[in-house]
């Protein structure tokens, strides 16, 4: 799976983009004597990601380029994942009714609720995105506390001026995040 990953080096923006770069760069920074804390994180969900940077250049950006295994015969693997699921008779028993059976009647239930939620599930998203950054690079800046209360009640232009006086690389990536939150 391919990341677009982002590295920060201290309150700088390192390098930004698929792992194998990201991962050469800050290698490479190492390498040429780079002494702040480097933190790697996903670009969307801002998970902290680690590297393995061991080897040269040309290894490590063998190690993260993806290629694809070849495909055999037979049918395309899907992608179903089987759990276990805990319902009561009644609802076993209107499941069964359904046309296609319990699966199918499952998976649309859960199309239509995912579509229904969509828009409260992506500013929730965006703001727990943008509060583990700032929690991880920004949490001894001034006003962190209150940008974060800002940022949870939805108000961007006391967020955008709490966290003004913030380094501009923090800054301005916590305000991308933030943005589809509000």
Do not use: C
């Amino acid at each position: 799976m391919t990341h677009t990953l982002i590295a920060f080096a201290g309150p700088r923006r390192l390098a930004e983009g698929d792992t194998a770069s990201v991962a050469v760069a800050i290698r490479q920074a190492q390498d040429s004597g780079e002494a702040a804390s480097i933190f790697v994180f996903d670009r969307t969900s801002s998970h902290v990601v680690d590297l393995d940077l061991r080897g040269t250049p040309a290894e490590i950006r063998a190690r993260y380029t993806a290629i694809d295994p070849p495909r055999g015969p037979g049918r395309p693997k899907l992608g179903v994942i089987a759990r276990e699921v805990t319902l009561l008779p009644r609802h076993w028993d209107w499941l069964a009714a359904q046309p296609g059976g319990a699966s199918v009647a499952l998976r649309k239930l859960v199309d239509e609720a995912r579509h229904a939620s969509e828009e409260k599930d992506r500013i929730r998203d965006a703001r727990e995105s943008a509060y583990r950054f700032m929690s991880a690079m920004a949490g001894d800046e001034p006003n962190f506390e209150e940008a974060s209360r800002a940022l949870f009640a939805g108000d961007r232009t006391k967020f955008g001026t709490l966290i003004e006086a913030w380094p501009q690389d923090v800054r301005e990536h916590a305000h991308k995040l933030a943005e589809p939150g509000f």
